[in-house]
């Protein structure tokens, strides 16, 4: 999206979390900040394009989508390419989308629950038998996914499993 963005005559500023040798090289300047959740880190972003005279902002990963940063710039006049907050759980959260899809009878979701403890879990597990999925239900840069048979494979790991993820909030 930069490549484009520059291309197309924009001048690029990138906040990021982790230098990346291509955006910087395609950026004017950039912000680097430990993450897109702490008021800090949000103050640094927000000053940071009052400082440069941002007048749009484009958005391309999730976790700055998850975290409100659309949202603060809604708030404070800059024009956002990417949905705030609330929308984003359609890509932070898979309980939300399934959610959504259920509630508007799209059958496109396999058999599924959220849970908040692990009260249930066992006999959710049952009811699945052998093939089943454990997610943490928001983002973990891919590492919150465990299928059975693959990363879990026994009915005691995925309860240990599912007790770590109540146990983090997830």
């Not at 950039?30 to 949000?42: A, E, G, L």
């Not at 059958?107 to 066992?122: C, I, L």
């Not at 983002?139 to 007790?163: P, T």
């Given at each position: 999206?930069?490549e484009k963005l520059r291309d197309s005559g924009s001048d690029v500023y990138c906040i990021i979390t982790n230098l990346n040798p291509g955006l910087l090289g395609?950026?004017?300047?950039?912000?680097?900040?430990?993450?897109?959740?702490?008021?800090?880190?949000?103050?640094?972003?927000?000053?940071?394009?009052?400082?440069?005279?941002?007048?749009?902002?484009?958005?391309?990963?999730?976790?700055?989508?998850?975290?409100?940063?659309a949202d603060m710039f809604w708030k404070y006049g800059i024009p956002v390419v990417g949905p705030?907050?609330?929308?984003?759980?359609?890509?932070?959260?898979?309980?939300?989308?399934?959610?959504?899809?259920?509630?508007?009878?799209?059958?496109?979701?396999?058999?599924?629950?959220?849970?908040?403890?692990?009260?249930?879990?066992?006999?959710?597990?049952?009811?699945?038998?052998?093939?089943?999925?454990?997610?943490?239900?928001?983002?973990?840069?891919?590492?919150?996914?465990?299928?059975?048979?693959?990363?879990?494979?026994?009915?005691?790991?995925?309860?240990?499993?599912?007790?770590?993820?109540?146990?983090?909030?997830?």
């Open positions: 999206m930069a395609l950026s004017m300047r950039y912000c680097q900040v430990n993450d897109y959740h702490s008021p800090s880190s949000k103050k640094i972003i927000l000053d940071f394009s009052k400082d440069h005279s941002i007048d749009c902002v484009v958005i391309g990963p999730e976790d700055p989508l998850a975290s409100g940063i705030i907050k609330h929308l984003a759980q359609i890509e932070s959260s898979k309980g939300f989308t399934r959610d959504l899809l259920k509630k508007y009878n799209i059958d496109a979701s396999p058999v599924y629950k959220r849970f908040e403890s692990t009260t249930g879990t066992s006999d959710f597990l049952d009811m699945l038998g052998d093939d089943y999925v454990v997610k943490f239900d928001g983002l973990m840069g891919g590492k919150g996914v465990k299928v059975s048979g693959e990363h879990l494979h026994s009915k005691d790991e995925a309860l240990s499993y599912c007790k770590k993820l109540v146990d983090s909030s997830g």
